[in-house]
């Protein structure tokens, strides 16, 4: 009965150099696949940056109404993508710089500001993001190195709204994410939050 515990306690650990010997023996190809990914998505009716943008290019300011505006994909009332902003938020963002005159602002923007409450603001958020982990799966599960890619979109929209016309419109964000983090542990698997391979170290 002791000898069975004590193989029972240690087994954990000779999980390490198991799967070491199980992935040299597997291609480079191979092992990369066993490496995480996940996506994010934010609700869009848009598959680009590119669509979103040309879109949101097709509002009239002073012409396109709130239905029209619905019909292009941007829907004030049931998109989950879309935030109302508050009015002294809405003067905050139309006007960073309180000396600017009125006088100088874009049309829809001045009138948004003298509207007051009766204007309407909504900032809409879309897009998609993947990330995934590259390189050598021996290296990542044992926390020596870790290089994560991160790919997707980003498109922010800004629509201002009085009496159920648009008056202003503009589009920002990312049209292209390709970033790469890479992250270096000199302590591998005895280092803080080292993952799986650090809870079978431990146990």
């Known amino acids: 009965m002791l000898k069975l515990m004590v ?7 000779l999980l390490l150099p198991a799967a070491a010997l199980v992935c040299l023996s597997m291609t480079t190809t191979g092992c990369t696949n066993l490496l995480p990914r996940d996506s994010a998505d934010i609700e869009s009716p848009f598959k680009t940056y590119e669509e979103a943008r040309d879109a949101l290019e097709k509002v009239t300011p002073y012409q396109t109404t709130v239905e029209q505006l619905r019909q ?3 829907d004030i009332h049931a998109s989950a993508n879309v935030r109302l902003i508050p009015y ?16 100088v602002l874009d049309p829809g923007l001045r009138d948004c500001i003298l509207a007051q409450q009766a204007c309407r603001t909504y900032a809409f958020t879309m897009g998609r993001q993947q990330r995934h982990r590259e390189g050598s799966f021996l290296l990542d599960f044992l926390n020596f190195r870790r290089v994560t890619e991160t790919t997707g979109w980003r498109f922010e929209g800004l629509i201002v709204v009085r009496d159920g016309i648009v008056l202003f419109r503009s589009a920002g964000g ?5 970033r790469t983090t890479r992250q270096t542990n000199p302590l591998g698997p005895f280092q803080p939050g080292a993952g799986a391979a650090g809870s079978l170290l431990n146990r």
């Open 174 to 178: 990312e049209p292209k994410i390709s």
């Open 88 to 103: 002294p938020e809405t003067v905050t963002r139309l006007t960073p710089n309180p000396n600017v005159s009125l006088d």
């Open 7 to 13: 193989i029972s306690r240690f087994r954990p650990r």
């Open 72 to 74: 292009l994909g941007f």
